[in-house]
């Protein structure tokens, strides 16, 4: 089969097509556009076209719907769209999986770019989907920072929330919040922002093998932070599969220096999915009995589970010393330094309640200073030269277990970690 199809009922775009490509194009009507691809091309196998270039007509509903099947179904496949409504029908194109979008009269040069750039993603998605694996783009990979507790109303979103701020105010386009705390999550509110989509409408769908249509389901923070907020719906965290975090954040951090994540109290599935893809791990908890107790049983959990990244942080928020504890009893207990310490602050809890947090506002408050040490640690020359070691398929489902290196790669860390957390 060509390389090339077209269905178009124009015979001047078939011809111009045609002399771009240099080669025999597969030409179909607009008759094709209702027809189902496997009838058109047989299974998605190498026989399948490169480019399929539809011509969309008036409306684009039908072009736009038959790309979306040929997205899902043929990895080795990119669609071109051809509609003189680009601007008005960009964003639905993008969402559908279509690679490009030529006007009706592009003259043959455009045309030979554009079947040139289509050729090459088609190529790169194939190898994608057969599981060849691109060194270069793995090194490039951004920090995954995962903020965690055992337990509820501890900090975690506050921490967040600033450090994300804080990291995009240092380095513009850098930064993803993801609102892991899926069905009550409330990194909207501390942003105030109102997101269009969530998360569960990201790992649904051409956003989920697409980095760049996933990039138009993100909400952009008048800091310059993309954001990916939790769901309205509590039963919508059900749709979400811990495979569907893991490849989440491991698009995201193929496409942002840094995704911060803010998780649901506790080790839920989710969790422990983007444990799996976490290079930094932040641990928050409250200074009390109860906290630095249930951090203590956490810790040792995911020293068990050989989850421990390298790089983690422990801030102890509501630090007050009228409590009876000290930070060296927090320590004794955790077993493990305390890196930052919070204390309680009305300027703190006004922020989340004004959706502005502290790193935004610049509102002078101990608090405001102690989290730009947090914010330092990923942003200086030294912290950007470590490069973050990514676990190794060490998954707790064996989704992402990559053929008979997950038990090996999960002992490795696990000897790692032995002996002490530090
Ligand atoms: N250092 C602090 N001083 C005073 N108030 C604080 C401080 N840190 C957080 N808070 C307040 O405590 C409340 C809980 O904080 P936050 O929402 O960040 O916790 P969380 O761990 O994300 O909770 P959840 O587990 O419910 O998601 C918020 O109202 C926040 O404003
Ligand atoms: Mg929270």
């Given at each position: 089969?060509?390389r090339?199809?077209?269905?178009?009922?124009?015979?001047?775009?078939?011809?111009?097509?045609?002399?771009?490509?240099?080669?025999?194009?597969?030409?179909?009507?607009?008759?094709?556009?209702?027809?189902?691809?496997?009838?058109?091309f047989g299974p998605p196998d190498a026989a399948a076209p490169e480019?399929?270039?539809?011509?969309?007509?008036?409306?684009?509903?039908?072009?736009?719907?038959?790309?979306?099947?040929v997205e899902a179904g043929y990895p080795g496949t990119a669609?071109?769209?051809?509609?003189?409504?680009?601007?008005?029908?960009?964003?639905?194109?993008?969402?559908?999986?279509?690679?490009?979008?030529?006007?009706?009269?592009?003259?043959?040069?455009?045309?030979?770019?554009?079947?040139?750039?289509?050729a090459r993603a088609s190529r790169a998605r194939a190898a994608a989907a057969t599981g060849r694996h691109d060194d270069d783009a793995a090194?490039?990979?951004?920090?995954?920072?995962?903020?965690?507790?055992?337990?509820?109303?501890?900090?975690?979103?506050?921490?967040?929330?600033?450090?994300?701020?804080?990291?995009?105010?240092?380095?513009?386009?850098?930064?993803?919040?993801?609102?892991?705390?899926?069905?009550?999550?409330?990194?909207?509110?501390?942003?105030?922002?109102?997101?269009?989509?969530?998360?569960?409408?990201?790992?649904?769908?051409?956003?989920s093998r697409d980095?760049?249509?996933?990039?138009?389901?993100?909400?952009?923070?008048?800091?310059?932070?993309?954001?990916?907020?939790?769901?309205?719906?509590?039963?919508?965290?059900?749709?979400?599969?811990?495979?569907?975090?893991?490849r989440?954040?491991a698009m995201?951090?193929s496409?942002?220096?840094?995704?911060?994540?803010?998780?649901?109290?506790?080790?839920?599935?989710?969790?422990?999915?983007?444990?799996?893809?976490?290079?930094?791990?932040?641990?928050?908890?409250?200074?009390?009995?109860?906290?630095?107790?249930?951090?203590?049983?956490?810790?040792?959990?995911?020293?068990?589970?050989?989850?421990?990244?390298?790089?983690?942080?422990?801030?102890?928020?509501?630090?007050?010393?009228?409590?009876?504890?000290?930070?060296?009893?927090?320590?004794?207990?955790?077993?493990?330094?305390?890196?930052?310490?919070?204390?309680?602050?009305?300027?703190?809890?006004?922020?989340?309640?004004?959706?502005?947090?502290?790193?935004?506002?610049?509102?002078?408050?101990?608090?405001?200073?102690?989290?730009?040490?947090?914010?330092?640690?990923?942003?200086?020359?030294?912290?950007?030269?470590?490069?973050?070691?990514?676990?190794?398929a060490?998954?707790?489902?064996?989704a992402r277990e990559v053929a008979?290196q997950?038990?090996?790669?999960?002992?490795?860390?696990?000897?790692?970690?032995?002996?002490?957390?530090?």
């Amino acid at each position: 089969m060509s390389r090339i199809a077209l269905a178009t009922e124009s015979a001047d775009l078939r011809q111009r097509v045609q002399h771009a490509s240099g080669e025999a194009v597969l030409a179909l009507t607009t008759g094709a556009l209702r027809t189902e691809p496997a009838h058109l091309f047989g299974p998605p196998d190498a026989a399948a076209p490169e480019v399929l270039v539809l011509d969309a007509g008036p409306g684009a509903d039908e072009a736009l719907a038959l790309a979306a099947r040929v997205e899902a179904g043929y990895p080795g496949t990119a669609v071109v769209l051809v509609s003189d409504r680009p601007a008005e029908i960009g964003l639905a194109a993008l969402r559908s999986g279509v690679h490009d979008i030529l006007e009706p009269g592009a003259d043959v040069a455009d045309i030979r770019s554009v079947l040139d750039r289509a050729a090459r993603a088609s190529r790169a998605r194939a190898a994608a989907a057969t599981g060849r694996h691109d060194d270069d783009a793995a090194a490039a990979r951004g920090r995954v920072i995962s903020v965690v507790s055992p337990k509820g109303g501890v900090g975690k979103t506050t921490v967040a929330t600033n450090l994300a701020v804080g990291l995009a105010r240092a380095e513009p386009d850098s930064t993803v919040l993801v609102d892991l705390d899926i069905q009550f999550g409330d990194v909207a509110s501390a942003l105030n922002l109102r997101a269009e989509y969530s998360l569960a409408d990201a790992v649904h769908g051409p956003a989920s093998r697409d980095t760049m249509v996933l990039k138009t389901f993100l909400t952009v923070h008048e800091t310059g932070l993309y954001v990916l907020c939790g769901s309205d719906s509590p039963a919508a965290a059900d749709a979400v599969t811990a495979e569907d975090v893991g490849r989440l954040l491991a698009m995201l951090a193929s496409e942002f220096r840094h995704v911060v994540v803010d998780t649901a109290p506790g080790l839920s599935e989710h969790t422990l999915a983007a444990m799996d893809e976490t290079s930094d791990l932040v641990l928050v908890t409250s200074m009390d009995v109860p906290g630095v107790r249930g951090m203590r049983k956490e810790l040792d959990t995911l020293d068990a589970l050989g989850m421990f990244p390298d790089a983690r942080y422990v801030a102890l928020n509501f630090a007050d010393r009228r409590g009876g504890l000290s930070v060296a009893d927090v320590e004794a207990t955790l077993g493990t330094g305390v890196d930052l310490v919070l204390p309680r602050s009305r300027a703190a809890l006004a922020s989340v309640n004004a959706g502005v947090p502290l790193l935004q506002s610049e509102v002078r408050d101990p608090v405001t200073k102690h989290l730009r040490t947090l914010v330092r640690r990923y942003t200086t020359p030294e912290a950007a030269a470590v490069r973050t070691t990514v676990p190794a398929a060490v998954s707790t489902t064996g989704a992402r277990e990559v053929a008979g290196q997950g038990a090996a790669a999960s002992g490795r860390r696990k000897a790692r970690h032995r002996g002490g957390r530090r």
